[in-house]
């Protein structure tokens, strides 16, 4: 069996996130897969994958930022805002200025509120919205506020008369739509817009530079891990060491000294074992979640 610890995995298009997983438990040999934040089934890149008692990380790599590389094609508006939806309404963009795109694109950057793509995994009394919107329904989801720290247009291309291609890299909170943002340039600019193509390039400090495929880790199965738990915590998050006491202490649920380390970090025994996750308030260091064998 594999031991416990995250994958970093290059998504291959056409499979949903929960394939992705279902296939590492195969591959694994435990139910106990999770992943850090869903890939739309078009889209490729950076999935985390945490198995066995490295899952209950996932909660932190739920909530860091991401980096992509996408295509917005302006001049179609599709029913998901992406490639993988019809199209809805097609509107010449030949005319539109590259100076425009910049300009609708930059107004789109920085903390804005983004109202989610209808066709999401968002859940609107108790059922996912793209459930809702394949049935016919049309979804209104409340707008929420994110952050787009860098959004550059890496190219404009013009290979179609009616439709305008554009190249973008972007690095932004959790929970930021890039569908959507290529939908509001599009309406920004009164032609519509779509994704043809999304990356994800980047999660937290984990990059494409360490993915592995799903066909590498076929070969080396069931080792899988490229991470392991106590590894991941040391990248992942600041590092205490604790000592024998403080180490016993922690291991049992029970409170430390705060060290004046911004949380949650990781908590590490004499042994280099990971103990816990921790965070710092009212005077006293408290685990999170504790994760050192019982």
């Given amino acids: 069996m594999s031991a416990d610890g995250l994958i970093v995995v290059d998504k291959p298009g056409g499979m949903t996130s929960h394939d992705v997983v279902a296939r590492i438990r195969r591959l694994a040999r435990t139910r106990r897969v999770g992943h850090g934040g869903t890939l739309d089934p078009m889209a490729t890149g950076v999935l985390v994958i945490g198995v066995g008692r490295a899952t209950r990380l996932l909660t932190y790599v739920i909530g860091a930022g991401k980096s992509y590389t996408a295509t917005i094609r302006l001049g179609q508006a599709t029913v998901t805002d992406d490639a993988e939806g019809d199209v809805i309404a097609s509107t010449p963009a030949g005319a539109v200025t590259d100076e425009a795109v910049r300009a609708a694109l930059a107004a789109l950057t920085g903390e804005i509120d983004q109202v989610p793509s209808a066709v999401s995994a968002i859940k609107i009394d108790g059922q996912r919205a793209y459930k809702r919107v394949r049935e016919g329904e049309s979804v209104e989801l409340p707008a929420r506020r994110v952050t787009i720290s860098r959004l550059d247009v890496l190219a404009i291309r013009r290979d179609a008369p009616d439709v305008v291609d554009v190249d973008v ?126």
């Fill in 169 to 294: 890299d972007v690095t932004c909170s959790s929970g930021t739509y890039i569908r959507a943002i290529a939908r509001d340039a599009g309406l920004a600019l009164g032609v519509g817009g779509h994704l043809t193509a999304l990356r994800r390039t980047a999660v937290g400090g984990f990059t494409l530079a360490e993915a592995a495929t799903l066909d590498a880790l076929e070969q080396r199965a069931p080792e899988v891990v490229n991470l392991p738990l106590d590894a991941a915590a040391d990248r992942y998050f600041p590092r205490r060491d604790a000592t024998p006491e403080e180490a016993r202490v922690l291991s049992h649920g029970g409170p430390l000294d705060p060290a004046g380390i911004a949380g949650p970090y990781a908590v590490f025994g004499p042994d280099g074992g990971l103990i816990a996750i921790v965070s710092e308030r009212d005077g006293r260091a408290r685990a999170e979640i504790v994760l050192a064998p019982a």
